[in-house]
């Protein structure tokens, strides 16, 4: 498979097919860095220049990342997937500017849990980390990040967050 750093090369090309384009554009929009920062300008969108990161996935790959977020069966793509959930989930986290820190904070939770998180293994190679003082509650898929968000009372059928946690299997 190519380097997913490449994406903004695969954007650029003439020759990719249009779900090429497509990945690569989304790959090129989830690692934005600021322009003076190694980014190329690609495309303006929102009244923002969307620049083509490179060195954050460099980073992630040489953290031994195989993916940078869980690639998920039905989506096939770690960088879809990731920026699939920052839309669901990335107006929960107000301090988080885009995918890319989005992606950052899921890491920094499995990798660096505080001591208020709480986790367990389940079934299928996925794991919870639940930080129950800033109630975040992060997936993993076989050590990758998969998912990250903050539970809410209502869109669960239980009394608290903590026994939504512990009915999680």
Known sequence: AADIAEAGDTFLS???????????GVGVA??????????????????ELVMAGRAALSQARKAGAEHIWDPNPTIKNSITNALSHWRD?????PNLNNAK???EAAWNKVKNPTINTISKALENGRAVFYD???NIMTFTQNGIPSSMYKPQIGRHPFKTNLDYYNSLK
Do not use: M
């Open 132 to 134: 129950t003082q800033q």
């Open 14 to 24: 003439n020759k990719s097919s249009s779900a090429d384009k497509a990945v690569a």
């Open 30 to 47: 989830l690692w934005a860095t600021p322009a003076g920062q190694g980014g190329s300008i690609i495309k303006k969108s929102s009244s």
């Open 89 to 93: 989930h990335g107006s929960e986290f």
């Open 101 to 103: 820190e989005y992606v």
